[in-house]
């Protein structure tokens, strides 16, 4: 929910945190569309700028605390900052507000794989393919999840369930053929 009401003091510290973050050509962009800023965030995390992305959202939070993909940007942001506790409670309160968002469950099974809560893990990644069962980074996501875990029999049914979808993924072809291969060294 956007706020009724902020401070033109606000606005001005916020606009000029923005000067100080974005280039000239973006801080145009953005004030002609303000939803730019998610767009400009996003890109900092894919270029690894994780600190600017975070900054970035944090003023998207102040501008519109319940929109998901800020909630969103700054889970993913903290993160890749290994402040794992914040973002899975940004990513917790963004489930909250969007319990059907299946990116938002994605990354929060993101985060809970990546500091080793392995049942939470899979938890979310269910309930997003659940919710979106076309996202295919998701059931890469889980297959690998399940083969970290040494759990190659339900790793070997994520993937056919994958490749039922995705037929032609060269990706998740050579997975399942290194889970068979796994699968076969095992029973030895």
Request: aromatic content about 14%; charged content about 25%.
């Amino acid at each position: 929910m956007t706020r009724p009401y902020t401070h033109m003091k606000d606005i001005k510290r916020y606009n000029e945190r923005l000067k100080k973050i974005l280039t000239s050509e973006e801080l145009s962009i953005f004030r002609k569309d303000r939803y730019s800023l998610i767009d400009f965030g996003y890109e900092y995390v894919d270029i690894g700028q994780y600190r600017k992305a975070f900054e970035l959202f944090n003023i998207g939070v102040k501008l519109n605390g319940t929109d998901p993909d800020i909630l969103n940007g700054i889970g993913i942001s903290l993160c890749e900052m290994g402040r794992f506790k914040s973002s899975v409670a940004f990513l917790e309160k963004a489930v909250q507000t969007y319990p059907d968002d299946a990116i938002i469950l994605a990354n929060l099974a993101g985060v809970y794989w990546e500091i080793c809560a392995y049942e939470k893990a899979i938890y979310y990644y269910t309930r997003s393919l659940a919710l979106d069962p076309e996202i295919g980074e998701t059931h890469m996501n889980i297959i690998n999840l399940y083969y970290e875990m040494g759990d190659l029999f339900m790793a070997y049914i994520s993937c056919l369930n994958y490749l039922k979808i995705a037929p032609q993924d060269q990706q998740a072809l050579e997975l399942r053929d290194d889970i068979i291969l796994n699968l076969g060294i095992s029973m030895y």
